[in-house]
């Protein structure tokens, strides 16, 4: 079973450049959600999918745009990066309540 | 305007004593209270869970207590293992319907020594 699943685990940009992270979840929940962490801030919500072909804004959206392209896939781009959004990218869905499942995790970074 | 506060950002325990790790949060109207742990290049695992109509939920060696008066959550952890090492996030729900986000703190790191 393999929950929720991120790619790229590891990505180093330029400035300007663009590219799509990846998140694939098959334990059938409606929700997901995009956290980035970083040091002494913890893990702030970028976007957030309640279910399919619904997306919102969340804390930190700036910069991003995501998919929820169907119910198990939800990407978030960065469509020219800075060095601001290097970071670690998490991705998690959830049922109702409060069953959040994270992925592994992509560590990006942008010089 | 920060919601929930881990105020240490780092704890240092000998095994087999307690761990306290604690958090703060600002407002009244949360419906749960989390602490997920995280190991290095990993995501967040669940750890325990508490309902803002408790004061104190137990599980194992895990025991999460809530002061609603002061707006204070804590984890104990008894006794403390080295496997217990990682980053300890708190985290809160405004209610459990779809799609309710997840705030987090800003995390403790425990470390666990010999």
């Known amino acids: 079973n393999a929950g929720v699943t991120q790619t790229p685990k590891f990505q180093v940009l330029k400035t300007g450049q663009s590219m799509t992270l990846q998140c694939a979840q098959d334990?059938?929940?409606?929700?997901m959600y995009w956290y980035r962490q970083d040091p002494g801030m913890g893990l702030r919500l970028i976007y957030y999918?309640?279910?399919?072909?619904?997306?919102d804004k969340g804390e930190v959206p700036n910069g991003y745009n995501v998919s929820r392209l169907n119910k198990r896939e939800f990407s978030l781009r960065l469509e020219s990066a800075a060095p601001s959004q290097t970071s670690v990218y998490f991705c998690a869905s959830s049922s109702i309540g409060y069953g959040y499942t994270f992925g592994s995790g992509t560590r990006l970074t942008v010089v | 305007d920060q919601q929930v506060k881990q105020n240490s950002p780092s704890l240092s325990v000998q095994e087999g004593r307690i761990s306290i790790l604690n958090c703060d949060y600002t407002n009244s109207m949360f419906d749960y209270f989390l602490w997920y742990k995280k190991y290095p290049a990993e995501g967040p695992t669940f750890l325990i869970s508490?309902?803002?109509?408790?004061d104190k939920n137990e599980d194992g060696r895990f025991t999460v207590f809530l002061n609603k008066s002061a707006k204070h959550l804590s984890l104990h952890i008894v006794p403390s293992q080295p496997g217990d090492s990682a980053v300890y996030f708190c985290?809160?729900?405004?209610?459990?319907?779809?799609?309710?986000?997840?705030?987090f703190g800003t995390g403790t790191r425990l470390q666990v020594t010999l």
């Open positions: 999918s309640a279910s399919e072909g619904t997306t």
């Open positions: 508490i309902s803002s109509i408790k």
């Open positions: 334990m059938n929940h409606n929700s």
């Open positions: 985290a809160v729900l405004p209610d459990t319907g779809t799609a309710s986000k997840l705030t």
